[in-house]
T-cell receptor, first 115, second 107 residues
Framework: DTGVSQNPRHKITKRGQNVTFRCDPI?????LYWYRQTLGQGPEFLTY????????KSRLLSDRFSAERPKGSFSTLEIQRTEQGDSAMYLC?????????????FGSGTRLTVV | RKEVEQDPGPFNVPEGATVAFNCTYS??????FFWYRQDCRKEPKLLMS???SGNEDGRFTAQLNRASQYISLLIRDSKLSDSATYLC????????FGTGTSLTVIP
């Protein structure tokens, strides 16, 4: 296991199209997080899963965004009807144990450009 | 008010200099604190945890001041390879990232 894997690395899409990103966490990690990062900003929390349960969603996650983790392993993040403001780096992270004891391990991210 | 406030810099320092970054947080119930490093167009990577007693890892020293609600990172004897953005992270019910402080170490 080489860490958290995200695909694709880059995605360019036309406004209005739907896109889907995939994240494969470190295999023994039961927690999975999605973040979004725009230029000059720190990562902003979108949502998190413990196993297959989606336990928290940010208000940033509009109804055009949906995330799933059907079997408690990989996760997908879908954006419907993309807008130019969705252009960002989408980061996935995973962890095990409690947040207070362990930092996240991030994937390399998916850079989305909406044209 | 943001959960975490961080001076974005940029900090431009010569090799060998000592540089310090601070980060303030708003939630006094915050439980844990970290510093992450992010290189340009790469993902953030954990640099070090921050403990109440302060902790050191080679040239890096992290400190926490709960009374004033800030954390700091000190880098001694800066190297060119230290050039990056440094993100502070505060955990209350989830991870909150600062905006990052940009550091460039100049030859």
């Amino acid at each position: 296991d080489t860490g958290v894997s995200q695909n694709p690395r880059h995605k360019i899409t036309k406004r209005g199209q739907n896109v889907t990103f995939r994240c494969d966490p470190i295999s023994e990690h039961n927690r999975l997080y999605w973040y979004r990062q725009t230029l000059g900003q720190g990562p902003e929390f979108l949502t998190y899963f413990q196993n297959e349960a989606q336990l928290e969603k940010s208000r940033l996650l509009s109804d055009r965004f949906s995330a799933e983790r059907p079997k408690g392993s990989f996760s997908t993040l879908e954006i419907q009807r993309t807008e130019q403001g969705d252009s960002a780096m989408y980061l996935c992270a995973s962890s095990s144990g409690t947040l207070t004891n362990y930092g996240y391990t991030f994937g390399s991210g998916t850079r989305l450009t909406v044209v | 008010r943001k959960e975490v406030e961080q001076d974005p810099g940029p900090f431009n320092v010569p090799e060998g200099a000592t540089v310090a970054f601070n980060c303030t947080y708003s939630n006094s119930a915050s439980q844990s604190f970290f510093w992450y490093r992010q290189d340009c167009r790469k993902e953030p990577k954990l640099l070090m945890s921050v403990y109440s007693s302060g902790n050191e890892d080679g040239r890096f020293t992290a400190q926490l001041n709960r009374a004033s609600q800030y954390i700091s990172l000190l880098i001694r004897d800066s190297k060119l390879s230290d050039s990056a953005t440094y993100l502070c992270v505060v955990i209350s019910n989830q991870f909150y990232f600062g905006t990052g402080t940009s550091l460039t170490v100049i030859p």
